[in-house]
Structure formats: C-alpha cells, structure tokens
C-alpha cells in the first residue's frame, strides 16, 4: 500500500520538478528569512515583443536567457582577467587552467580530428567549450538555471556548429567541389532518387544530434536531482530524508562531472564534423 496522502503530493511533486527545469519569466533568488522571491522579467525588462511578418513573437529574455548572459559574462570577464598580463610564461592558477584548457582544446580536438587546419577554428571550439562549461556549471548554482536545458538555446548552438561545419568543407574543397558530395560517386544512376534525399537529410542529423543530446543529458540530470529529493514529500516522512538527500548528494557530484563531459563531447563532435567535412576522403 501507499503512503497516506502520497496519491495527493505526486502531482504537486512532478509540478514542482517541471516548474524547475522549465524556461519561464520568473527569476528565483533568496529573499528575507530564507523565503525565495520571484522577480518577474517582464516587468524588470518590459515588453519585446516584435512583429514579424504580421506574426507576433516574444523576445522578452527568460530565466535562461539571462543566465546565458551571465555564462557569456562570466566567460568573457573570466578570459580577459586571466590573460592580464601578457608574459610568455603563464602565472596564477587561472591562467595556467586557462592556457591547459586552450591547448587541449587545439591539440587534442581541433588538430587531431582537423588536421594542421585545426588551429583555424580552435578559436571557435574553444568558445563552445567555454560558453557551454559556464552555462551548465551555472545552472547547479542555488537559484541558478541551466540555459543548455533549453532546446532553444541548443539549437542555435547546433546552427552554429553547423555553418562552420559548411564553410570548413566549401573552404577547403571548393564550393562546387563541396556540394557535390550530394551525388555520390560509384553508385548506379538508378539510386540517385534514393540517396539524394539521404545525403541531404544527412547534413542535418548530424547538428540535430549534436541539440538534443547536449538538451537530453543536462535535462535529465536535473530531473533526477528534484526526483530524488522529492522522495521526502512522496512518501510524507522524513524518514527517507537521509537517504535522498544521500542520493541527490551523490548525483549533484555527478552533474558536475557531466556538465564537464557534456562541453567536452559538443566540441569534440563538432571538431569531428568540420573534419569530415574538410576531408572528402
């Protein structure tokens, strides 16, 4: 049997989760006496919205679009203090992990899944690296939002990847010699109707699965972060308090981790796709 009430705390519960990794225009920080205040974006930022072609669309900036901008800020700021003062040799701790973060990122994606012309675009890999670390690392702060659970913001960050992935290959093959790779070669005139549709629909998964995986994983972390802790007010006991805790403890040292890793893999596939799209063979 249930715990009594439990079948009435579940909605309030799966709720709470939902409200928490969902977007919206309510910034949550601590108030007086520990109760949380809402500050509501619309009325700190007014009204954005625009007409587009007689349709109207919101820009008014969410909760995760100003934790983007506090990421870019934190990025920019952070880069910028660490790199100070120009010497030859690297000193202080943050300038030390900055330059060993840089590196990494030149020698150990961009160059070995380029080639030589992987310094080309470390300028870019390494902003993604940066940009992403710092929004998912924000986003387990108290009071703090995730901007990469958001399809939103994924998305664009997939675009990006995405031209830089066309201009790499146009760069490096030709225009015509790029576009080509659309008509494969060796292959019977007769499934041209088939594998046209293919290696056209081929250019987009690749960015698809660059969104929804990037989304998946730090959605997903959270979800079982709130679930978890939830299992106090599911089972109406502070019994199960120790051990959820415990748990939810266990797993925000792993969301640490996966926010690492999760930067770490957009950039690596990235790099992996402006490869292959350098290389025709």
Known sequence: MSAPGAEHEAPDTAS?????VQDGYALEVPGP???????????????WTVNLGGTAVDLTPTKNTVFMWLA???????????????EGVPRGRLQNIVEM???FVRDE?????????????????????????AMNLLGLVPYGATATASLSVTLVLAICTFVMTQVAGMR?????????????????WWLY?????????????????????????????????????????LFGTL??????????????????????????VFTLLSAVFIGLASHAH
């Not at 012309?117 to 940066?130: I, N, Q, V």
């Not at 805790?245 to 266990?250: E, K, N, P, S, Y």
Request: net charge positive; charged share 10%; hydrophobic share 60%.
């Open 33 to 47: 006496s520990g109760w949380t205040h809402n500050i509501d974006l619309r009325a700190l930022f007014g009204d």
């Open 101 to 103: 973060l840089f590196l």
């Open 109 to 133: 994606i961009a160059i070995k899944n380029i080639g030589a012309e992987g310094k080309r675009y470390t300028p870019y890999l390494a902003t993604c690296f940066f940009f992403i670390l």
């Open 193 to 233: 109707p088939l594998m046209l549709p293919i290696e056209f629909i081929g250019l987009f998964t690749k960015p698809f699965a660059l969104m929804m995986r990037l989304f998946a994983n730090m959605v997903a972390g959270h979800i079982v972060l709130f679930f978890l802790l939830g299992l106090i007010f």
């Open 239 to 264: 019994a199960v308090a120790p051990i959820a805790v415990g748990l939810a403890f266990g797993i925000f040292l792993l969301e640490i981790f996966v926010a690492s890793v999760q930067a770490f």
């Open 72 to 86: 870019a800020v934190v990025v920019i700021g952070g880069l910028m203090w660490s790199m100070r003062k120009r």
């Open 16 to 20: 709470f989760i939902l409200h928490h």
């Open 172 to 188: 490096a093959q030709g225009v015509v010699g790029y576009w080509s790779h659309l008509v494969p070669s060796g292959v019977p």
